[in-house]
């Protein structure tokens, strides 16, 4: 992490002095018309809930499927915590989104666990998508994802991505993490000008946390950037059902504007 962290403030500096428009050949996640139509009234089956993306030769990422959807669904990003699964973030958003979405969650490393440079995350999320685009043709909506959720160490690699990278998500959800990246003077003022417009922001310990992101909240707010902050649990660092339930709540706050979450239900 300390690596992403220097790599980061080096970016920041240099994003202050100069910016330039991205090149539309190298834009992230490129979005593709859905193949074909779904049928009305067919609910989405004939898949597991979770189910690998990639290959033997080395999977690229995990992907929660909305079983017994009827209509096209969106896609958003779960990024795990260090020492965490791709499968655990998966199941973690899934039941905050309510198996709505189609969740995509990056492996990270050869060891599961950490993640490479934000580009090589990127690499895969690009890879990944397109293979659940053509997997499930019909059924993922035509956009790119516009939600983007990290818990701990995924938080920091979620604001990395954002600002080292050509990916963008208007809508970002941080648990337990990336303070340092948000104390970094001219991170708010970048994220919103990558177009984040929307930052939920959850703790599920006391002290370090809540002090953390009370200040992250103020710097994200004069950014122009709305923050929602909730104190998701009172007691250990993870995604239990306590905070799944706590974040569910504020999702549709989260989502709201986003292409292809018009029909989410209420919590």
Known sequence: MHRTLVSLAALVLLACRHTTAPDPAEMAIQAEPAVAAVDAGVPLADHDWLEPVGDDARELAK???PLGATTQRPVM???????????WSCGEWRGVTHAFPFVVCPRGDRSGYYYDAPKATQADLQLAIGEVRNRFAGWVGPHDPELLAGFSMGATEAIALLIQTDLRAPSLALVEGGYESLAFAGVPGLLAARGVRRVLLACTTLGYCPTHYAAAKQGLERAGIAVHFIQ?????HGMYPEVTEALAKEWPWLSAGRAGWESLPPP
């Open 63 to 65: 992907v929660s499927v």
């Open 77 to 87: 990003i779960g990024l795990h915590g260090a020492g965490d699964r791709a499968e």
């Open 232 to 236: 998701a649990a009172r007691r250990d």
